[in-house]
């Protein structure tokens, strides 16, 4: 069974810093999917960004951004110019690749970012 | 454009109590999933639906039942309420295909006394 590890509970980052979000994961499978889920305190689930783990080029979105290493199984994200409304937990997810109806997520435990103005 | 909808928002149940959690779908998806969140946990999946008729267990499935009444409805059930399923339940739903993103509901918190 996979396993997605997060090993920062929370983090905190000045308004319009960089922070890096941490995420490893366990898996013997070579064709799967990576995301971070946003959860703002509404409680919402918002996709932040996702990764094919067979693309060798990280994905961006704006100003989220991710480090793909995948012989490390490691799967960062990186937010630039951190805004008050990026405050929230942030969960990383795992997903298999090629089986059809089975696009079940595992995710990590998160790590709650705060935004200090 | 509702996306995934779930009923009610907040519960309150005694030990022992039955009650059904509803989610619909107007995205014509075929795929459907409950998960539950703890703090601390984060996100497990306790059942989900690749199509209408069928569904699988997930990771904690003890204590819950589940039916795909349609292609845009899956409930989940606690025949017995126990404290232990005190959490936020959340359902999702995405189409079949390598390409394909899950999209959430707005949650049930589910208090259990």
């Known amino acids: 069974a996979q396993t997605v590890t997060q090993s920062q509970p929370e983090m905190s980052v000045q308004e319009a810093e960089t922070v890096t979000l941490s995420c490893t994961y366990d898996t013997s499978e070579s064709d799967y999917y990576l995301f971070w889920y946003k959860q703002p305190p509404s409680r919402q689930m918002i996709l932040v960004i996702r990764q094919e783990a067979y693309k060798q080029q990280n994905a961006t979105e704006n100003r989220f951004s991710v480090n793909f290493q995948k012989a490390a199984k490691s799967f960062s994200l990186k937010i630039s110019d951190s805004q008050l409304g990026d405050a929230a937990m942030y969960f990383c997810a795992y997903r298999s690749g090629p089986s059809i109806g089975n696009e079940k997520l595992t995710f990590g435990t998160g790590t709650r970012l705060t935004i200090i103005p | 454009n509702a996306g995934v909808t779930q009923t009610p928002k907040f519960q309150v149940l005694k030990t022992g109590q039955s009650m059904t959690l509803q989610c619909a779908q107007d995205m014509n998806h075929n795929s459907m999933y409950w998960y539950r969140q703890d703090p601390g946990m984060g996100l497990r999946l306790i059942y989900y639906?690749?199509?209408?008729?069928?569904?699988d267990k997930g990771e904690v499935p003890n204590g819950y039942n589940v039916s795909r009444l349609n292609k845009r409805e899956f409930s989940l059930r606690l025949e017995s309420a126990a404290p232990s399923q005190t959490s936020v339940y959340f359902c999702?739903?995405?189409?079949?295909?390598?390409?394909?993103?899950?999209?959430f509901g707005p949650g049930t918190r589910l208090l259990v006394l």
């Open positions: 639906s690749a199509s209408e008729g069928t569904t």
């Open positions: 999702a739903s995405s189409e079949w295909g390598r390409q394909e993103t899950q999209y």
